[in-house]
């Protein structure tokens, strides 16, 4: 996409990222896999916590076309506790190694919001995404840290912190309030020498269900940042709440949400289904293809 700058040039919309030396791109949509070795995620929690049942995972994803492994290994549903550093390590790193050893070419992102996590993480594997949900308002260091290392970023927004952000979130206008708060964030990366950054309005992180469909009622206005953009909605209370079911029978709503993501431009899918994510892609594409 091109838009006009008041100089009289254009400026491209930014479709890829360097993920060490290797262009990552995002002229079609893709999807990424959520790998939880948590025993408290609230859809995946104690599913992967040994390394076999983890790599069958891993393969089933890859096969059913996922671009990006996502690995997590510390709850940020509303209301989860906190771990630390060092449990969060023991859980990550080995699901980590294990991965790269068995699928060196899939790229892997982290989902952690602790530079130190992120830090040893690419000290022992090498590059890595790191998807940091609290775009960076947990860990001060965290954007120094992205810079230093070179590697691309997740900036996720929220409002408040994984224990209180089910707790009354409060906006006068969602779209434009949390377009504000990423706006200064991509600013301050900029500052610190980011160059790969994705987008990711954060659906569920301090957002009641009808801020939620409000950001997803107009998820293309994200696109004015000229930078990918993440859809997180798998299998979440926007759904399952609204639904009147729970996340175990959530899939059919997460594709529908899926899908009016893709069509609000949407770059990257993250979800706990893969095969039913590129559904959703290979109908929006021919959908795409009969527009000249």
């Known amino acids: 996409m091109l ?4 100089a009289g040039k254009f400026l491209k919309r930014k479709n890829s990222i360097n993920l060490g030396g290797n262009l ?6 893709v999807v990424m896999g959520v790998v939880n070795v948590t025993p408290d995620s609230f859809y995946d929690g104690g599913k992967l916590t040994d390394t076999e049942t983890l790599l069958k995972s891993v393969e089933s994803m890859i096969s059913e076309g996922a ?4 690995v997590g290994a510390m709850s940020t549903r509303p209301g989860a506790s906190m771990i630390s550093t060092k449990t969060e390590l023991e859980r990550l790193l080995p699901a980590v190694h294990a991965i790269r050893k068995n699928f060196p070419e899939i790229p892997i992102s982290i989902d952690t919001f602790r530079s130190w996590v992120a830090v040893r993480v690419i000290e022992e594997i090498g590059q890595i995404v790191v998807n940091d949900i609290s775009g960076g308002t947990l860990d001060s260091k965290m954007f120094e840290t992205i810079g230093k290392m070179n590697v691309p970023y997740i900036l996720t927004h929220i409002q408040g912190t994984p224990q209180n952000m089910h707790e009354n979130p409060d906006y006068t206008d969602v779209v434009r ?10 600013k301050q990366l900029t500052k610190f020498g980011v160059k790969d950054v994705i987008i990711d309005p954060g659906f ?5 269900i009808m801020h939620n469909y409000e950001l997803l009622n107009c998820f293309d206005s994200f696109k004015v940042f000229q930078l990918p953009v993440m859809a997180g909605l798998s299998r979440k209370s926007m759904v399952w709440k609204l639904l009147n079911t729970k996340p175990e029978e959530a899939l059919n709503g997460t594709s529908v949400i899926n899908t009016m993501a893709l069509l609000g431009g949407a770059d990257i899918l993250r979800v706990h289904d893969v ?3 590129m559904e959703a892609i290979k109908i929006y594409n021919a959908l795409k293809s009969t527009v000249s």
């Open 177 to 186: 309030e949390v377009s504000l708060w990423l706006s200064e964030r991509v």
């Open 3 to 6: 838009i006009t700058q008041s």
């Open 67 to 70: 671009s990006f492994i996502d």
């Open 204 to 208: 569920g992180f301090g957002k009641n």
């Open 24 to 29: 990552i791109h995002f002229s079609e949509p």
């Open 275 to 277: 095969k039913e994510a």
